[in-house]
């Protein structure tokens, strides 16, 4: 009987990127699902009843709002994910002149090309439901749509200081990440740097965001940074021990989500969170090895996971607002409030409104952020004057 050989681990200079690469596919496809998940998840919540308050449940609504109840999961993957392509990507460009400016560059616009139109989307969809009179506009911090909590949610202060800009309370995660890009700068320039004052300066800055910052967003960076770490990792095993990563991250991930408190990423959830993370991390650093030449699946799932991974982060952004719309109008329309679990003509509903947020995310990528890699082009030329190299026809990206 054959023996599977012990897996053999090797530490990378860099990190591999590559259509052609079976973990950049599966990137692609995750960042996908996830943001679909999110919306998918926020949009049954919204529009169904809890599954607590429903009498005597079909078992298709069961297995539904099973499916649909992975959100968490899904930003952690996010995470995960960041950490990987963003972290990874600093670590491979940092004996590049400028190259704290240009990361700088890449995460402002990154933000704000998808945040700016959203949040005046936001207002325009509050201005035709009624949700906002435009005498209310102020820039008071406690007012969801006032010019101040406009700002504030660009700069990651978002659940920090002010709410998340016209109730969007996905927004939450992003100043996770906001910080997660200043927070990660700032510990390369202090282990890399050779100057004493400027390591100094680094370290000190660091204690204080630290010491500022919520526990949780400051637990979950190191989540972020195992990203970074296994994006360095190429795991060599066999397909059955693959097999058996996958068949242990799926199993970790039912059992988080029919046991435990899984809606909100607080210090209590960062410890099942962490072991999620690493069995999902090793899986993938298990996949950094390149499709054969003559697979004929690889090309598919790429082209797949291309197409929804290029607008996930306009559906996980516009998602809640559009939402708001549908929900304002089927009310309009047809006197719905509420979704019965009971009729099956009311799953086709929700089917169609999940479609017109996959539609309505497409059209804002097309209108806007499609366009993050020429404005950040633009700035560069502009800030470094230096063109910025551009990949040809690049499908994998790391944002």
């Known amino acids: 009987m054959a023996i599977n050989k012990m897996p053999r681990i090797t530490f990378q200079a860099h990190s591999q990127a590559g259509d052609d690469c079976w973990h950049s596919v599966v990137i692609s496809l995750l960042r996908g699902l996830a943001a679909i998940e999110v919306a998918a998840a926020h949009l049954r919540a919204d529009v169904y009843p809890s599954l607590r308050t429903v009498v005597d449940p079909s078992i298709w609504f069961k297995g539904f709002t099973f499916a649909t109840g992975f959100a968490h999961h899904a930003v952690l993957v996010f995470f995960v994910i960041s950490g990987w392509l963003v972290g990874g990507s600093l670590l491979d460009k940092i004996r590049q002149p400028d190259a704290i400016v240009g990361y700088g560059i890449d995460r402002v616009t990154r933000l704000w090309t998808v945040l700016v139109p959203t949040f005046v989307l936001t207002l325009l969809f509050g201005f035709a439901t009624g949700i906002v009179d435009a005498q209310d506009i102020d820039f008071h911090p406690a007012n969801d749509y006032s010019a101040v909590v406009f ?234 004057q230096r063109p910025a190299r551009t990949p040809v026809a690049p499908t994998f990206r790391a944002d």
């Not at 927070?183 to 202090?190: A, G, I």
């Not at 962490?274 to 996949?287: E, H, T, W």
């Not at 003559?294 to 090309?299: A, F």
Request: proline share 4%; net charge positive; with cysteine.
């Open 151 to 384: 700002g504030a949610n660009l700069v990651g202060l978002q659940t920090i200081a002010v709410p998340a800009f016209g109730g969007n309370f996905p927004l939450w995660s992003l100043a996770n990440e906001t910080w997660y890009y200043i927070l990660f700068p700032l510990l390369v320039v202090l282990l890399r740097a050779p100057g004493r004052a400027l390591r100094v300066a680094c370290g000190a800055t660091l204690l204080v965001l630290a010491a500022l910052l919520p526990a949780a967003i400051v637990g979950y960076f190191g989540i972020w940074l195992l990203g970074v770490t296994f994006s360095r990792i190429r795991i060599e095993c066999s397909t059955g021990q693959r097999t058996g990563w996958l068949i242990l991250v799926a199993a970790l991930w039912a059992y988080y989500r029919l046991t435990g408190d899984m809606n909100a990423f607080t210090l209590a959830n960062l410890l099942p969170d962490l072991g999620c993370s690493l069995v999902f991390l090793v899986l993938l650093s298990s996949l950094q090895f390149k499709a054969a030449a003559t697979s004929r699946l690889r090309p598919r799932l790429s082209r797949i996971g291309t197409f929804f991974a290029e607008f996930s982060f306009s559906l996980y952004v516009v998602h809640v607002p559009l939402i708001g719309l549908l929900q304002h109008w089927t009310l309009k329309r047809w006197g719905l409030r509420e979704l019965s679990p009971h009729e099956p003509l009311h799953f086709a509903i929700y089917l169609a409104m999940l479609a017109t947020l996959l539609v309505g995310a497409y059209l804002s990528y097309r209108l806007f952020e499609s366009h993050t890699y020429q404005i950040r082009r633009l700035l560069k030329r502009m800030l470094l």
